[in-house]
């Protein structure tokens, strides 16, 4: 089993930053994709961002231009810098951890571990 610590949420201005952190444990996979999503109370869960064991990145348009997730596969570690954020992104972030599929990155139901999730919240 893999075990997900997500970190680096909080409560930020409108316009900032936050840069989350997922760290992956256990009986981890050695070509991982990892992803980012995303859940606003009364809404459904989102894709933000993913990436490939090989980087290849894939965004949501909404975050597009303006977060970035990149990895660190010595340290089993996933990060989703976080830059010019707004309200509407307040929501509860969880990581994602998959062995490599290269396919649907974007769909939920095809990662196998998650995080428990890191709170973001973004004041106007």
């Known amino acids: 089993q893999v075990q997900l610590v997500e970190s680096g949420g909080g409560l930020v201005q409108a316009g900032g930053s936050l840069r989350l952190s997922c760290a992956a444990s256990?009986?981890?996979?050695?070509?991982?994709?990892m992803g980012w999503f995303r859940q606003a109370p009364g809404k459904e869960r989102e894709f933000v961002a993913a990436?490939?064991?090989?980087?290849?990145?894939y965004y949501a348009a909404s975050v597009e231009g303006r977060f970035i997730i990149s990895r660190d596969n010595a340290k089993n570690t996933v990060y989703l810098q976080m830059n010019s954020l707004k309200p509407e992104d307040t929501a509860l972030y969880y990581c994602?951890?998959?062995?490599?599929?290269?396919?649907?990155?974007?769909?939920?139901?095809?990662?196998?571990?998650w995080g428990q999730g890191t709170q973001v919240t973004v004041s106007s």
């Open positions: 994602a951890y998959r062995r490599d599929i290269g396919l649907a990155l974007r769909e939920s139901g095809r990662y196998e571990y």
């Open positions: 256990g009986r981890t996979f050695s070509s991982p994709e």
């Open positions: 990436i490939r064991s090989g980087g290849s990145r």
